[in-house]
């Protein structure tokens, strides 16, 4: 079993008050996470599970007030509820609860969709959860060298790092592993979830999006390019990063007569995905995208890298009307922190004259062989 870096923060946050809330893509490991954490903390009493995929388990929870909750909680002091996004009445429920048992039991919710979890709670737990992300397997909890093995981090290019498709050893059996998981994540839970009318376009711009990784993508090149709205690309895109496929840098500008500031780049959060999704698991030798792959791969694992080690921090990417550009700009404590991802360590890449004009900036290249610090 993989070890979770996540489960010792969240281990750490229990029985304070506060509803933990583990969100992030399906088949991530969060239900196997939960599960680990609630057995731990089985010593402060019985545990009651609730899986909201199942009809039977929903009703049970769905519009029920206080004193039902409790006839139904009894006297565990765990409850963990999975898939907490497809009870309608998730932030109600867990707000009488919260209110309730306060710091006399946890309650740990998981959901693949931030469009129905963070959204009904939002408003009703203000200041009674806190929320987790966790991501595809990152190269931390791979691996402890400060260099990454060449054949490991090809793998990791090449098909990703959800925790089934790390453990699978043939290269067949990944490749499987991802077009079924591509299949029935943009199929079932995004397409069929949001009950959208046309299954191509939006495969197709997904398929766009994929090929545009580490470039500026325009929504309006994108709406010409498939012929359908302006507006409707915007709500696909959004649906997308909602239930967490891709998600967006936008540009950081303080001079905006020099700087471009209504870009954005879009990256997807598993690059296996990606790559499946333009059906493309070609070694790296014979590929002519490694660059952006190298890049999409390095900025998803920094943000990993900031969720588990509790750093917080802006991000951005940079870019002048000229074509300056830096691939990663985070702002944190006062200061801007910029980074350039170069797959080869002979790629040379000089420091921004116009970057170094930013007070306090600094400015990093990240090749393979310098990981440690960064992302591990």
């Known amino acids: 079993m993989i070890k979770r ?30 599960l680990d954490i609630a057995k731990l903390l089985k010593s402060k009493g019985d545990i009651r599970i609730f899986n909201c995929d199942d009809p039977d388990h929903r009703a049970i929870l769905e519009n029920k007030g206080l004193e039902t909750l409790k006839s139904i909680i009894g006297k565990a002091k765990v409850i963990f509820i999975d898939e907490g996004q497809k009870l309608s009445s998730i932030g109600q429920t867990l707000k009488l609860l919260a209110d309730y048992y306060k710091k006399h039991v946890q309650i740990i919710v998981t959901g693949s969709s931030a469009i129905n979890l963070l959204d009904k709670t939002q408003e009703s737990l ?7 992300t966790l991501y595809p397997v990152s190269v931390e909890e791979v691996s402890k060298d400060a260099i990454i093995q060449g054949n490991k981090l090809e793998s990791l290019l090449v098909y990703g790092s959800y925790p089934h498709v790390i453990t699978t050893r043939e290269k067949q059996d990944k490749v499987d592993a991802l077009k079924e998981l591509k299949t029935s994540y943009l199929y079932r839970d995004v397409f069929d979830f949001q009950g959208m009318k046309n299954a191509d376009v939006f495969m197709n711009l997904v398929k766009a999006l994929a090929y545009q990784i580490g470039n500026e993508v325009s929504y309006r090149e994108l709406s010409n390019l498939l012929k359908i709205g302006y507006a409707t690309v915007e709500r696909y895109v959004h649906i997308l990063e909602q239930t967490f ?18 870009l954005r780049k879009i990256y997807f959060y598993d690059v296996g995905i990606r790559n499946a999704v333009i059906n493309n698991f070609n070694p790296l030798d014979k590929r002519d995208d490694i660059g952006a792959l190298w890049e999409n791969f390095m900025v998803v694992e920094r943000m990993k890298y900031r969720e588990y080690h509790r750093i917080e921090a802006n991000q951005y990417f940079w870019r002048t009307y000229d074509g300056s550009e830096v691939d990663l700009v985070e702002e944190r404590e006062g200061k801007l922190f910029g980074y350039e991802f170069k797959w080869k360590p002979r790629e040379y890449a000089r420091i921004l004259t116009k ?22």
């Open 5 to 34: 870096i996540l489960k010792d923060n969240i281990i750490q946050q229990s029985f304070r008050g506060q509803i933990l809330l583990i969100q992030g893509p399906r088949q991530t490991g969060k239900t196997t996470l939960a």
């Open 126 to 132: 203000t200041g009674r959860k806190k929320v987790y």
């Open 245 to 262: 496929i891709i998600f967006h840098l936008p540009v950081f500008t303080r001079n905006k007569r020099r700087e471009l500031s209504k």
């Open 355 to 376: 970057w170094k004009e930013y007070k306090g900036s600094s400015y990093q290249i990240i090749t393979p062989d310098k990981l440690k610090g960064f992302i591990q």
